[in-house]
């Protein structure tokens, strides 16, 4: 899924691209970016549990976000 990385309030996060609106200064990530960022990170955690949370950017991303990408998945799939 393309990904918009912005920072709010000194922090960084990532976006669903679709359910947040463009800004200035955001670094937009297609999906052949997230693809491949999906692909080291695995590399990366291979055979690894990773539980961690981010209760602090979870917050600010949820402040961004202005619709909800399954709603547009299908929304866009009907219009077909």
Request: proline share 2%; with cysteine; charged share 35%.
């Amino acid at each position: 899924m393309a990904i918009r990385l912005r920072t709010i309030n000194q922090t960084r996060v990532a976006l669903c691209a679709v359910e947040s609106d463009p800004k200035d200064n955001d670094l937009y990530l297609d999906d052949t970016d997230h693809y491949a960022l999906s692909a080291k990170f695995c590399r990366d955690w291979q055979n690894k549990k990773c539980d961690w949370v981010y209760p602090t950017e979870y917050k600010i991303m949820d402040t961004q976000k202005v619709r909800d990408a399954k709603i547009e998945l299908t929304r866009n799939l009907k219009e077909l």
